[in-house]
């Protein structure tokens, strides 16, 4: 039987008079990297929001590792980590220092071994000591992704992972996300970018009007997306595969 | 309790490793100190009681000043975690929410204390002596650290709700100016009428007036008692503000 982790009912939130949730529900099974694609003020952030117990609904109702976010979220809040909107780290403080604080507040007992692990599996070593405002967009969300690992969660939320970043981030990024499924954590991921959702999810919501429309595996969406037309058309490349084709051939004429 | 002291930490390194802002708080009531003293004391000389020391006289205001410029920085630091989804990070991990709250209350202070024993440091150097005894320093300390903790549950406020780094750092500039209107560097005998009752009544006047007759070994009658339940009574009204916007923006 398949083994649910997070479970959501019948979700609303409303700020003044504006609905953002009318009602959601889906569930995730362990490890599994599920993904709610949806444009910006879809309600993407709320529903992350109300999960990592920092707003509550107004209706509605979620369990997370069978632990309910209104009545137990002291438990919740053991059994997930969020990796929000805007990459929470602190830029005074280094690599080091930053993944330190995060398993000193857990309560990990051996820190300094657990941030250089983490450092090393992110290819953060060399950056350890340096102060993370120097880091680029790419460290810094591979920095903030190592910090929520601290513990083990068994849940952990990624709000819109890649926004902001450069293509070659993103892959950067892309790369990580797929490492993290390969532990057995359960990811809720959120995004605008369809690419991004076929690349890493295995289950796929599409968030539109504050209702999921549709949910299912890509291959299960992909039939009720219109049927395949085969087109002549000249495809121009676009400005993303001009780049990553030129700072491609710069690589290999450093190398 | 241990969280506090991990987070507290962290600011502390902060506080460190940003040298600058510790130094503003430090440079400019120092720097004002030395105006009142060299150029402006000698004419206020005149209107003070005889054989009053114009360092001393001023010494009072200027170190709350100081608090007010330190606890500005805490609003802005708290903006700064708030704004980063710092904030956002640690309430969604299994810690006491409040935690986060006390760090930056903790770290304010303690900056303040800092840098008010180097602003006596300058006061000694350019000829403030007391002769109070340890109980009257203690009661001054005591009287500073209270009005530290005051003002940084002020500031606390416009660190959680403003929407820019502005409207964060805005609020300090009447704190630090309310002195100026006070008894702390004239006597309010020589103010126009509406400024005086103004300057009499304002929370800095009973403050100033304890600390100066604690530094000069002087009976502190009634003062302390007034300024003891502005100080406790700010703190109360801005704790509960300050709690209130703290669990609404999360």
């Given at each position: 039987?398949?083994?649910?982790?997070?479970?959501?009912?019948?979700?609303?939130?409303?700020?003044?008079?504006?609905?953002?949730?009318?009602?959601?529900?889906?569930?995730?099974?362990?490890?599994?990297?599920?993904?709610?694609?949806?444009?910006?003020?879809?309600?993407?952030?709320?529903?992350?929001?109300?999960?990592?117990?920092?707003?509550?609904?107004?209706?509605?109702?979620?369990?997370?590792?069978?632990?309910?976010?209104?009545?137990?979220?002291?438990?919740?809040?053991?059994?997930?980590?969020?990796?929000?909107?805007?990459?929470?780290?602190?830029?005074?403080?280094?690599?080091?220092?930053?993944?330190?604080?995060?398993?000193?507040?857990?309560?990990?007992?051996?820190?300094?071994?657990?941030?250089?692990?983490?450092?090393?599996?992110?290819?953060?070593?060399?950056?350890?000591?340096?102060?993370?405002?120097?880091?680029?967009?790419?460290?810094?969300?591979?920095?903030?992704?190592?910090?929520?690992?601290?513990?083990?969660?068994?849940?952990?939320?990624?709000?819109?992972?890649?926004?902001?970043?450069?293509?070659?981030?993103?892959?950067?990024?892309?790369?990580?996300?797929?490492?993290?499924?390969?532990?057995?954590?359960?990811?809720?991921?959120?995004?605008?970018?369809?690419?991004?959702?076929?690349?890493?999810?295995?289950?796929?919501?599409?968030?539109?009007?504050?209702?999921?429309?549709?949910?299912?595996?890509?291959?299960?969406?992909?039939?009720?997306?219109?049927?395949?037309?085969?087109?002549?058309?000249?495809?121009?490349?676009?400005?993303?595969?001009?780049?990553?084709?030129?700072?491609?051939?710069?690589?290999?004429?450093?190398? | 309790?241990?969280?506090?002291?991990?987070?507290?930490?962290?600011?502390?390194?902060?506080?460190?490793?940003?040298?600058?802002?510790?130094?503003?708080?430090?440079?400019?009531?120092?720097?004002?100190?030395?105006?009142?003293?060299?150029?402006?004391?000698?004419?206020?000389?005149?209107?003070?009681?005889?054989?009053?020391?114009?360092?001393?006289?001023?010494?009072?205001?200027?170190?709350?000043?100081?608090?007010?410029?330190?606890?500005?920085?805490?609003?802005?630091?708290?903006?700064?975690?708030?704004?980063?989804?710092?904030?956002?990070?640690?309430?969604?991990?299994?810690?006491?929410?409040?935690?986060?709250?006390?760090?930056?209350?903790?770290?304010?202070?303690?900056?303040?204390?800092?840098?008010?024993?180097?602003?006596?440091?300058?006061?000694?150097?350019?000829?403030?002596?007391?002769?109070?005894?340890?109980?009257?320093?203690?009661?001054?300390?005591?009287?500073?650290?209270?009005?530290?903790?005051?003002?940084?549950?002020?500031?606390?406020?416009?660190?959680?709700?403003?929407?820019?780094?502005?409207?964060?750092?805005?609020?300090?500039?009447?704190?630090?100016?309310l002195?100026l209107f006070s008894s702390?560097?004239?006597?309010t005998?020589?103010m126009p009428k509406a400024l005086r009752l103004f300057a009499e009544n304002q929370p800095m006047t009973?403050?100033?007036?304890?600390?100066?007759?604690?530094?000069?070994?002087?009976?502190?009658?009634?003062?302390?008692?007034?300024?003891?339940?502005?100080?406790?009574?700010?703190?109360?009204?801005?704790?509960?503000?300050?709690?209130?916007?703290?669990?609404?923006?999360?």
């Open positions: 039987m398949r083994d649910i982790v997070i479970q959501v009912n019948d979700l609303r939130k409303s700020f003044k008079s504006n609905d953002v949730l009318k009602g959601i529900d889906f569930e995730i099974g362990r490890g599994e990297i599920f993904a709610l694609l949806g444009s910006n003020g879809a309600g993407k952030t709320t529903i992350v929001n109300i999960l990592s117990t920092l707003m509550k609904p107004d209706g509605g109702s979620a369990n997370i590792c069978g632990y309910d976010i209104i009545h137990q979220p002291e438990k919740v809040r053991q059994s997930i980590s969020l990796t929000g909107q805007f990459a929470a780290v602190d830029s005074i403080l280094t690599g080091r220092e930053n993944i330190m604080l995060i398993a000193k507040l857990r309560g990990v007992k051996n820190y300094a071994a657990v941030a250089d692990n983490l450092l090393e599996r992110f290819g953060l070593s060399e950056a350890a000591n340096k102060r993370a405002a120097v880091y680029s967009g790419g460290m810094t969300r591979r920095l903030d992704i190592a910090m929520s690992l601290v513990g083990n969660p068994a849940v952990i939320f990624l709000d819109e992972p890649t926004t902001g970043l450069d293509p070659e981030a993103r892959i950067e990024v892309w790369k990580t996300v797929k490492e993290l499924s390969g532990n057995g954590s359960t990811i809720l991921l959120t995004t605008q970018y369809l690419e991004e959702a076929e690349q890493l999810a295995d289950k796929i919501a599409i968030l539109h009007g504050g209702k999921i429309i549709v949910h299912g595996t890509l291959d299960e969406l992909k039939k009720l997306f219109p049927s395949a037309k085969e087109e002549y058309i000249i495809k121009q490349p676009t400005l993303e595969e001009i780049f990553l084709a030129i700072i491609g051939t710069k690589k290999e004429e450093s190398q | 309790m241990k969280n506090t002291f991990t987070l507290f930490g962290r600011l502390m390194t902060h506080i460190i490793r940003s040298p600058d802002t510790i130094m503003s708080a430090m440079i400019q009531p120092i720097a004002i100190m030395l105006l009142f003293v060299y150029v402006f004391g000698g004419a206020i000389k005149a209107s003070l009681p005889d054989g009053m020391n114009y360092v001393k006289y001023q010494l009072p205001g200027i170190l709350i000043m100081v608090i007010a410029y330190n606890t500005s920085y805490a609003g802005l630091r708290m903006f700064n975690d708030k704004q980063k989804g710092i904030f956002n990070r640690f309430n969604s991990m299994p810690i006491n929410r409040s935690s986060s709250l006390w760090a930056h209350v903790l770290a304010s202070i303690t900056s303040s204390i800092f840098t008010l024993v180097i602003t006596f440091g300058v006061a000694l150097l350019i000829g403030f002596r007391s002769g109070a005894s340890i109980l009257e320093w203690f009661a001054v300390a005591a009287i500073l650290t209270l009005f530290s903790l005051t003002l940084t549950w002020t500031a606390i406020i416009p660190g959680l709700v403003a929407k820019s780094i502005e409207g964060a750092q805005f609020y300090a500039f009447p704190v630090i100016f002195p702390a560097f004239a006597p005998e020589t009973p403050i100033v007036e304890t600390i100066r007759a604690l530094l000069n070994c002087e009976p502190i009658g009634n003062e302390i008692w007034i300024a003891l339940a502005w100080c406790v009574g700010i703190m109360i009204v801005a704790w509960f503000f300050a709690m209130r916007a703290y669990k609404r923006q999360i």
